[in-house]
């Protein structure tokens, strides 16, 4: 019922930058927040920033002054700014939307397939 497509993810030395983005698409009614997750090999799934759909942010603090969060209400779309990126920043990052599909009153989870972000020299 709803689909999240991210991309730009890649390969990128350290102290460089990428722009995640993440759409949205299907029977949505109403998106209550979006954000980014990330698991590095061998690690637990950790949260790293979210935004609600009035602006409001958190951020996880290994990435504070370097990630920033953004979205395109009108497009149904989340972005992930990254700079200074470090080594300790690989993974693959996947995309979650909180919302309410059309028809119903519950609130769900809804996750992108990911997108693989390598850092090295």
């Known amino acids: 019922q709803v689909r999240l497509v991210e991309s730009g993810g890649g390969l990128v030395q350290p102290g460089g930058s990428l722009r995640l983005s993440c759409a949205a698409s299907?029977?949505?009614?109403?998106?209550?927040?979006m954000g980014w997750y990330r698991q590095a090999p061998g690690k637990q799934r950790e949260l790293v920033a979210t935004?609600?759909?009035?602006?409001?942010?958190t951020y996880a603090d290994s990435v504070k002054g370097r990630f920033t969060i953004s979205r395109d209400n009108a497009k149904n779309t989340v972005f992930l700014q990254m700079n200074s990126l470090k080594s300790e920043d690989t993974a693959v990052y996947y995309c979650?939307?909180?919302?309410?599909?059309?028809?119903?009153?519950?609130?769900?989870?809804?996750w992108g397939q990911g997108t693989q972000v390598t850092v090295s020299p």
């Open positions: 935004i609600g759909w009035h602006g409001t942010t």
């Open positions: 979650n939307m909180k919302g309410v599909v059309t028809s119903t009153v519950n609130l769900n989870d809804y």
């Open positions: 299907g029977s949505i009614f109403t998106i209550n927040a």
